[in-house]
């Protein structure tokens, strides 16, 4: 069993829906980072959060730390959000990080 | 352009090689980490380092060597590559650990052990 679990796996949308993607965890973690991967492989870090909220144009994050969840909210999508967002987890020393296997987003004109 | 830089993108060795993936980083991060990338797997943490001098073993740690010499600095080395060890290999940076500032990752590096 994984220590951070997302949901969903796969995921198309129409452009200009509101997307949300689950991410749940298991472990005692320091904080919550969303990540993009787009098809040429590179990795941007979104979000890195350990409460609350967090928002960066059209996509926000929020993290629940009693209930271990947090979620990526993508509002008025559009095409070029198509990529794998990823959630991971880190504790305070840097010596454990927690991915999830990814969410692979398709949005279609 | 500040941010981190990964050679070589591609490289294909023979079982037995040594090879050395650099990673470098100008923006004076004290956090730097390497990951490998496999299909169905993620990411998974092979080292890290938190500051210059100072380095330690992340998930799997198993075949790889590293060392932090400089801040801007982070060599990941094969000692002698394995068939498990082809991957896409990640490294990463972060100004300090829980400073609520995100990672920046290298754009990869596409390793096949033959």
């Known amino acids: 069993k994984n220590e951070v679990e997302q949901s969903p796996q796969n995921l198309t949308a129409q452009e200009g829906e509101f997307i949300t993607i689950n991410c749940s965890y298991s472990?005692?973690?320091?904080?919550l980072h969303w990540l993009q991967q787009h098809p040429g492989g590179g990795i941007v870090s979104l979000f890195m959060l350990s409460s609350g909220k967090k928002k960066h144009g059209r996509l926000i994050a929020t993290i629940n730390i009693q209930e271990k969840h947090s979620s990526l909210h993508i509002t008025a999508s559009h095409p070029r959000d198509s990529a794998v967002y990823i959630c991971a987890g880190s504790s305070n020393t840097g010596n454990q990080f927690y991915f999830g296997t990814g969410t692979s987003l398709t949005v279609i004109p | 352009n500040a941010g981190v830089t990964q050679t070589p993108k591609f490289q294909v060795l023979k079982t037995g090689q040594s090879m050395t993936l650099q990673c470098a980083q100008d923006m004076n991060h004290e956090y730097m980490s390497w990951y490998r990338q496999d299909p169905g797997m993620g990411l998974r943490l092979i080292h890290y380092?938190?500051?210059?001098?100072?380095?330690d073993q992340g998930e799997v740690p198993n075949g790889y060597n590293v060392s932090r010499s400089t801040t801007e600095d982070f060599p990941l080395r094969l000692l002698s590559a394995a068939p498990s060890q082809t991957s896409v290999y990640f490294c990463a940076s972060s100004y300090g650990i829980g400073t609520g500032v995100g990672y920046t990752f290298g754009s990869g590096t596409r390793l096949t052990v033959v």
């Open positions: 380092s938190v500051g210059a001098g100072i380095t």
């Open positions: 472990v005692g973690i320091s904080a």
